[in-house]
């Protein structure tokens, strides 16, 4: 076994007295051991229950013969951190997730691993760890929150709100719309406990995106955080992870371009956060392989739209579980050969997750013959604006809003823009322009919730657009379009831009320009001047300097790139 290095034999007594220091046995150095990455903290909803689970996994483990040893991994949660310098802090958490899951299983001589993730940038900083490391290893999630409820205008029947209800109940106020006792009961009803917010966000999609990837077990995106199936779904994890030991099952047979394909295909029938984008090429690069926007693209032409799912919908993640959660869209997408359910999984083949599946509510997960769209949920667009592409949810765009042309409003930072947003000097038909918030000039990519949250409170979503270099929560809806690459950081045409310049927006078409001809964008390009570092110390400098962009999933750049 790996851990004999740290184990066995006369040279290992020092390690051995440590271990015991642990309250081992001499039994248990005969037995796998197996390693427990968890992110429980006391400062994220998502994870606040998660030694719960981390303890049902070692029960399994225990029950299969290893021996568990659970060590803590680091999350920001980005609903706290919206909205202020904390957000810059986010996705570079990504790539500290992998490193440190990295440093911790390389020094301690793991046989196995089990990680135990939940939101946005710890589910595929574990996958990235994952496929790194290349060790036999199992996903399960905290699972999400249920819904948060209140009564309809009329007083008559129960609404579901989530966080996203929040956001653009601060635009509401701020617009006169809803008084501040409004907004305050709101907030105590929005998230009623445990777990990961409860639309289609970013974790939830991360987490479903699992599933899909073959990495986890049938539920893992769905059953909510609060129910005991999701204590049972971790003590079968902690079960399996001896059984891919046994069979020495590692992550790169797993995560092959074929699981990508299924995930990527399952991503556009739910209708994920954009930031999937980010985190499926990441994790591919891991895995050895690229993925680009192209590729998003040709997906998403041929694999129709089943579910609106909260933002683009009512409906929130508890009620997919209850319709027949992932394997019941996999099934859909299975009918026309959509998906391979021959790749492999931790537990089988992925096709084994679809026997039984069954389609339980058609408005929540519509037939393939019947979708809400023909094309994806997330589209990739490119133009003079745009050369190395940006990325869309056009399942949260308004009809009208799918071809758009307006008046750029320039702002150089998320903060100036909400500003001009909540001060109501943002009218119908413009094009809100938030640049230097790409990995590297944010540092960091941003999520713009606040501003769109707060133009959906204005009532505006469906008459402005958004573009940015930064990056949208999965809770954003309306036409708000992100990753912008060359970001403006790297003298990319959205840099360029002044006030007025019109913006031309074809989501169906996936184009995007400003109506400028080659010879003005490269006078502009030779007179620009890249903004002074927003920040100049520390990790995020360091972040700055190492980050690849968004199109390449913002990922470091090899040593010696430039």
């Not at 046994?246 to 209708?271: E, H, Q």
């Not at 509510?361 to 997330?378: D, F, K, Q």
């Not at 008459?463 to 929560?473: Q, W, Y």
Request: contains cysteine; neutral net charge.
């Amino acid at each position: 076994m790996r851990s004999d290095a740290v184990n066995k034999g006369v040279a290992r007594a020092p390690h051995r007295s440590l271990f015991k220091a642990l309250g081992f046995i001499d039994e248990e150095f005969t037995r796998p051991l197996i390693g427990i990455a968890a992110a429980k903290s006391e400062i994220v909803p998502g994870h606040i229950h998660l030694d719960i689970l981390a303890k049902a996994a070692a029960d399994g483990v225990r029950l299969a013969g290893g021996v568990p040893v659970s060590f803590p991994v680091i999350g920001v949660c980005d609903g706290i951190a919206m909205g202020h310098e904390g957000m810059r802090y986010s996705l570079p958490t990504r790539e500290l997730i992998a490193d440190s899951i990295e440093c911790m299983v390389m020094a301690h001589g793991f046989d196995a691993l089990i990680f135990i993730p939940n939101c946005d940038k710890i589910v595929p900083g574990m996958l990235m760890a994952a496929a790194r490391l290349n060790l036999p290893a199992v996903f399960v999630s905290g699972g999400p929150m249920l819904a948060g409820r209140r009564r309809d205008s009329e007083g008559q029947k129960d609404s579901p709100i989530t966080l996203t209800t929040m956001f653009e109940a601060v635009g509401a106020v701020g617009a006169g719309n809803m008084s501040e006792a409004e907004l305050t009961a709101l907030e105590d009803a929005a998230c009623p406990g445990c777990g990961s917010c409860a639309g289609m966000f970013t974790a939830n999609s991360m987490n479903c995106v699992t599933e899909a990837l073959g990495m986890a077990l049938p539920g893992n995106g769905t059953i909510p955080a609060v129910m005991a199936e999701r204590q049972r779904l971790a003590k079968k994890t902690g079960i399996l992870a001896l059984e891919v030991l046994r069979k020495d099952l590692r992550p790169r047979s797993i995560l092959t371009r074929g699981a990508f394909m299924n995930a990527l295909a399952l991503d556009m029938a739910l209708g994920c956060s954009t930031n999937t984008a980010l985190h499926l090429p990441a994790i591919a690069c891991e895995a050895g392989f690229s993925l680009d926007l192209d590729l998003l693209n040709r997906v998403s032409a041929v694999t129709p739209n089943l579910c609106k799912l909260a933002p683009a919908g009512r409906a929130a993640v508890e009620d997919l579980h209850a319709a027949g959660g992932v394997p019941a869209v996999l099934a859909e997408l299975a009918k026309k050969r959509l998906i391979d359910p021959a790749a492999p999984t931790v537990y089988g083949m992925l096709g084994d997750a679809l026997k039984g599946a069954e389609n339980r509510n058609t408005e929540v997960i519509r037939p393939l013959e019947h979708p809400y769209s023909a094309t994806g949920g997330l589209a990739a667009l490119w133009g003079n604006l745009a050369p190395g592409g940006c990325v869309v949810k056009q399942s949260a765009v308004a009809p009208a809003m799918l071809k758009h042309e307006g008046p750029a409003r320039i702002f150089d930072s998320e903060e100036t823009a909400f500003d001009a947003i909540m001060g109501g000097k943002i009218v119908p038909g413009d094009v809100i322009v938030i640049r230097y918030e790409g990995p590297r000039g944010g540092p960091g990519m941003k999520e713009m919730l606040a501003p769109t949250a707060a133009l959906a409170g204005r009532g505006l979503d469906d008459k402005v657009a958004l573009i940015t270099d930064g990056r949208f929560s999965g809770a954003t809806k309306g036409a708000a379009i992100g990753h912008v690459s060359p970001e403006a950081a790297e003298g990319g045409p959205i840099a360029l831009l002044r006030e007025g310049d019109r913006i031309v927006i074809d989501i169906g078409g996936r184009s995007i320009n400003v109506g400028l001809d080659d010879g003005e964008l490269a006078r502009r390009k030779a007179a620009w001047k890249p903004l002074p570092p927003k920040v100049s110390s520390g990790y995020l400098a360091r972040y700055a300097r190492q980050v690849s962009s968004a199109a390449a999933g913002a990922v470091f750049k090899a040593p010696g790139a430039d």
